[in-house]
């Protein structure tokens, strides 16, 4: 086996922040869309992918609130909601906003009044359907309001809020009927001359809303944000939205996700990471690359793959580090990772970008030796990211 032999680094290894990495493999252009900023944050226009969730607390315990919000944003919020669903909820925002780092949407249904009131009180973007607001005069006043206020609106249809005329024109729920009913929402915000909008049509299924978004982002420029709603636990969850939302992604569509899981926050967000790293869209927390195993498997893999996953947890830097079950094929499989480590009948290897670091013949040496490298590029990552930071 012939591996280029390297010194370990003194250099710092590259920093790659969770902003998208070099051009995606199999991922088309972005869908041109408007730029719409979420108090400060850039949603569509090419911006990166954001990454939201929504708090299950009740608004009106802004404690509990609080600490949920400032536990998402520590997982990678971008933008968080709350439901609003009375006036108690929308006073709640006043003390909400100024105790957290990231902007915040006010989830309205029906009552134009709760949307106004949630606007003054310190939302960054308001999530309505139109048609249920109200009459043209409260839509006319919200608009005004969030004018006003520099406010985004979200037009968020589902297959709950389909009307009755769509469904029977379309026979149903469908991506027909769903799009008809966004782009109707969409034109009554037209009318007031309001285009700060941000567009959903959720559907529970992977399919209809991949079909969905595919045709509404033929038919307007207005940035997409992806969801599947009802998605259900955190296993079936994650798969069925990585299923719909990494094929829209892959195709270019979609400016800002959120995974809904029954289940934790956090685990909302971490999908909607892995979904974006998986494309290489967005790069956040380190990335472990393993075998199956096969039949030519001499160590015990699943053991070691366990402990280095020990390691990783208590690292920021987006490392990419592959474990291989043997000193054969597994480096060359796993070239193009940042750090590697493979065991084989009395030897293992350390690597750094598919490149012999040193060989062991004992798995603890190997091991320790990957972990102080490990926490050595992610000390040198940080401190760079610092020097960054400072000079910009
Ligand atoms: Fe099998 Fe080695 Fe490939 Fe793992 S790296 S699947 S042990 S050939």
Redesign the pocket.
């Known amino acids: 086996m012939q591996i280029p032999v390297a010194t370990i680094p003194t250099t710092p290894v590259e920093v790659r922040d969770s902003r998208p990495d070099e051009r995606p493999w199999g991922v088309l252009p972005r869908s041109s869309t408007r730029c719409v900023t979420v108090g400060g944050v850039p949603v569509g226009g090419g911006a990166p992918v954001a990454v939201q969730s929504m708090c299950d607390t009740d608004t009106r315990d802004v404690a509990k609130t609080v600490a949920q919000i400032h536990d998402m944003q520590e997982a990678g919020c971008e933008i968080v909601r709350v439901a609003v669903p009375d006036k108690a909820a929308g006073e709640a925002i006043a003390k909400i906003r100024p105790q957290i780092g990231i902007p915040l949407v006010a989830d309205i249904h029906f009552d134009w009044r709760l949307a106004i009131l949630a606007a003054e009180k310190g939302a960054d973007k308001l999530r309505i359907n139109p048609g249920n607001i109200g009459g043209r005069q409260r839509i006319a006043e919200v608009v005004a309001c969030a004018k006003d206020r520099v406010l985004p609106i979200r037009v968020g249809v589902n297959q709950g809020s389909i009307e009755k005329d769509l469904l029977d024109k379309y026979g149903g729920n469908n991506p027909d009927s769903l799009v008809e009913s966004a782009l109707r929402n969409v034109a009554i915000l037209e009318e007031h001359g309001f285009q700060d909008i941000i567009l959903s049509l959720k559907s529970s299924n992977p399919g209809e809303a991949i079909a969905a978004y595919r045709s509404v982002s033929q038919k307007c420029q207005y940035p997409l944000h992806l969801g599947v709603t009802e998605a259900g636990p955190e296993k079936t969850g994650t798969l069925k939205s990585a299923v719909a939302m990494g094929t829209l992604l892959a195709e270019g569509i979609g400016d800002t996700i959120r995974v809904s899981l029954t289940g934790s926050k956090t685990a909302e967000i971490e999908a909607a990471y892995g979904i974006l790293q998986a494309l290489g869209l967005r790069r956040r927390s380190p990335e472990l690359v393993s ?4 039949g ?2 001499e160590i015990d893999l699943m053991s070691l793959v366990d402990e280095v996953q020990q390691t990783l947890k208590q690292l920021k830097t987006p490392l990419k580090v592959a474990v ?3 000193v ?3 480096p060359g ?1 796993a070239r193009d990772a940042d750090w590697g480590i493979f065991g084989g009948k009395g030897v293992y290897l350390l690597t750094r970008k598919g490149e012999l670091v040193e060989r062991f013949t004992d798995r603890e040496a190997a091991q320790k030796a990957l972990t102080s490298a490990l926490m050595e590029s992610e000390a040198n990552a940080q401190s760079t990211s610092v020097a960054l930071t400072a000079v910009s």
């Open positions: 075998c199956p195993s096969c030519r498997i291989m079950g043997c054969v094929n597994g499989e």
